[in-house]
C-alpha cells in the first residue's frame, strides 16, 4: 500500500486479510482537515475499495482528536472563490461513493469537519473521552460539510438546532443517547471493539453488505415507498450471488457459512 504524507493505512490491520485501519496522522494540530488530508483520505479510500481481500475500513484519529475540524488557518483569509477552486466539496463528496462499510472510531475532539467526516461514514463507535460539535458558529461561519443535515437527521431539529447555534460540545454517552453513535466504549479499548464489530461484519457475505449499506443509506434520499422498493430489488438481487445460496445451505446444514464475495 502506497505511504502517504497526512494518514496511516494499515492493510490486514491486526492480522486480519479484511480489515483496513486509516488513521488521520496531523496530531500537532489536533488532525486538522487540511485539503491534502482530505485527498489522502479519499485516495486511500478508493484503493482499499477496489481491493478485493478488504472487507471493512476502519477510520481513526488519536487519542486526543478523531479531528478538530477543517484546517482553520488554511481557510481563515480564503474568498468563496478561492473555496470553489480548492475543490474540498468535490473530494468529500467522493466519500459516499465507497460501497465497503466505514466505520468510524471516535476518541476524543470530532468537531466541526471531523464531526462531518465521521457522521460521513457508516456508523460511528465512540471512546468515552470523545467529544462532537460543530463549533464554526463560534469562528463565524457554519457547517459546511453536512453538519447541518446530517447532524438533524441523526438527533432531530430540535438538538441540532441547540448545537449548530451555540457550538456547544456533546459527550460520547449524549450521543449515545440521541442516536449520532452507535456504541460507547472505553477509550482504552476503543480500536480493538470497534475491530470486533468489524470482523463481525467483514464475516457476512460481502455483497449482501454492500446492499444492505446501499438499501439503508437510501433512508436518507427518498419516500418510505420509494426505499421499501429499492430494499426490496436489493433483496431480490440478493438471491443471486453464490453466497445467499451458501448462507442458506450453511444455516441449514447446522454449520459456519464460507463466503467467497459473489
Ligand atoms: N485548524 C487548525 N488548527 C487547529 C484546529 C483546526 N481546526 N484545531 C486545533 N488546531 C491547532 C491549534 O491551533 C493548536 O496549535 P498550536 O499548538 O500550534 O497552537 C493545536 O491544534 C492544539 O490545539 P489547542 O491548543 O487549541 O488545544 P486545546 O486542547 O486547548 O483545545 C480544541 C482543543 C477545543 C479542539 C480547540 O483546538 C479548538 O477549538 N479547535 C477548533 C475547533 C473548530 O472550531 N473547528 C471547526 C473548524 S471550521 C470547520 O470545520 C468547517 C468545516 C467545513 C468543511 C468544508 C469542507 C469543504
Same mark, same amino acid.
Given at each position: 500500500m502506497k505511504t502517504f504524507e497526512n494518514i496511516l493505512v494499515e492493510k490486514n490491520y491486526k492480522g486480519h486479510e479484511h480489515i483496513?485501519?486509516? @488513521? $488521520?496522522?496531523r496530531p500537532k494540530v489536533l488532525n486538522a482537515l487540511s485539503t491534502d488530508l482530505m485527498r489522502d483520505v479519499v485516495e486511500a479510500f478508493f484503493l482499499l475499495e477496489d481491493d478485493k481481500d478488504v472487507r471493512v475500513i476502519i477510520l481513526t484519529g488519536s487519542d486526543r482528536a478523531f479531528a478538530a475540524g477543517a484546517d482553520i488557518g488554511q481557510m481563515m483569509e480564503a474568498s468563496p472563490i478561492d473555496q470553489i477552486n480548492d475543490n474540498r466539496f468535490?473530494?468529500?463528496? @467522493? $466519500?459516499?461513493?465507497?460501497?465497503k462499510p466505514i466505520i468510524a472510531a471516535v476518541n476524543g475532539f470530532a468537531l466541526g469537519g471531523g464531526c462531518e467526516l465521521a457522521m460521513s461514514c457508516d456508523f460511528i463507535i465512540a471512546g468515552d473521552s470523545a467529544k462532537f460539535g460543530q463549533p464554526e458558529i463560534k469562528i463565524g461561519t457554519i457547517p459546511g460539510a453536512g453538519g447541518t443535515q446530517r447532524l438533524t437527521r441523526a438527533i432531530g431539529k430540535s438538538k441540532?438546532?441547540?448545537?449548530v447555534l451555540t457550538g456547544e460540545m456533546m459527550d460520547a454517552y449524549q450521543a449515545e443517547k440521541d442516536g449520532l453513535v452507535a456504541k460507547v466504549v472505553p477509550s482504552e479499548t476503543l480500536l480493538q471493539e470497534t475491530f470486533e464489530v468489524a470482523k463481525s461484519i467483514s464475516d457476512r457475505a460481502p455483497v449482501a453488505v454492500k446492499l444492505a449499506k446501499e438499501a439503508v443509506n437510501m433512508a436518507y434520499e427518498t419516500s418510505l415507498k420509494d426505499g421499501m422498493e429499492y430494499e426490496r430489488r436489493n433483496f431480490y438481487l440478493t438471491f443471486s450471488s453464490k453466497d445467499q445460496k451458501e448462507g442458506m445451505r450453511a444455516f441449514m446444514e447446522k454449520r459456519a457459512p464460507k463466503y467467497q464475495g459473489n
Open positions: 483496513a485501519l486509516v @488513521q $488521520l496522522n468535490r473530494t468529500w463528496k @467522493q $466519500l459516499s461513493l465507497i460501497t441540532a438546532m441547540m448545537m
